[in-house]
């Protein structure tokens, strides 16, 4: 359709061109002549226009002609087409037949297949089945037979665990004993360092030192004890007023101890060390006496208490017997 009108459009304009040529021509011969003007252009145009209307009904023959033809091409092309199309159709048809026909046959072969590998694997399973059944049955009797094993071996076991319980008790108690024994056997130490950190920056008082005379080991803490409550060496010493340790004298005895002087050294070494004071400790650290009696526990000497009130407030006596 755009084809047909874009040809009328160009007729138009050749017969619009050719017009004004022929009139621009006739109004030129007209002038010459001497001829009217106007009366030769209207005869020139009804003529033209009369041609016009010829050429515009022979080109809509033509117009009508080509779009005949237009459709019996088209009519043509589309016959042809729905006779491929019908053929590969047919021929589509035939190729689905063939390839379901052989697929067909594939499945069933495949089927075949499978059906026998299950009826060979079922067979495998079955005797798999037996066999298992027959060694779970043999299983079993030696779960019971390693039960019953097993049960008696408990019972071993519990003895034994008993007898064991028993000789760790019996072990625990020797090396209870023998640690006594060795703690009772070595002699006392005393913990310098603790014992001076316990006395640094406290009240100091004068404190004589006794021991049980020929007992080395009692005269030895006795030295220790001098050592780091006195001066010390090169002045290392807690500072306090400390004499020379001496054997036990009936001088500083408490009231309550025998005067005869066997029995009162007895009496106060029968606990290891005894501390005599003028007056009785209320656990506290803040006067000399609290902070000797805080000084020797810490540095692990164990020691008994007594007042004496004769003695002076600032004098201490430290009595030292065998270790206990």
Known sequence: MRFILLLFSRIAAIAKAMS?????????LSTESGSNPVTEATKQHRWIFGAYIVVLVLVALFSYLVWTSG?????AIQ?????RIAKVEADARTEIARVESGAQERISEAQRESNEKIARLK?????GI??????????????????????KLQANVATLEKDAAEARTKQAQAET????IVKRQNPRILDSKTFLEKLKDKPKARVEIMYQENEPEPFGLAVQIRRWLGEGVNGDGAGWDVPDPKPISPEWLPPNVPTNMPLASSYLTIWGLTVVT???WKGEDDDAMGALMVALMASGISFIRMVNPKLPPDLFVIVIGPKV
Not at 177 to 180: I, Q, S
């Open 20 to 28: 004004m040529t022929i009139m621009i021509t006739n109004i030129q």
């Open 71 to 75: 459709n019996n091409l088209s009519e």
């Open 79 to 83: 016959s042809d087409a729905k006779a």
């Open 123 to 127: 067979s495998e399973a079955d005797k």
């Open 130 to 151: 037996a066999q298992a059944d027959a060694e779970a049955a043999q299983a079993n009797q030696q779960t019971k037979k390693l039960e019953s094993d097993n049960l």
């Open 177 to 180: 004993m023998l640690a006594n």
């Open 278 to 280: 003028s007056k009785s």
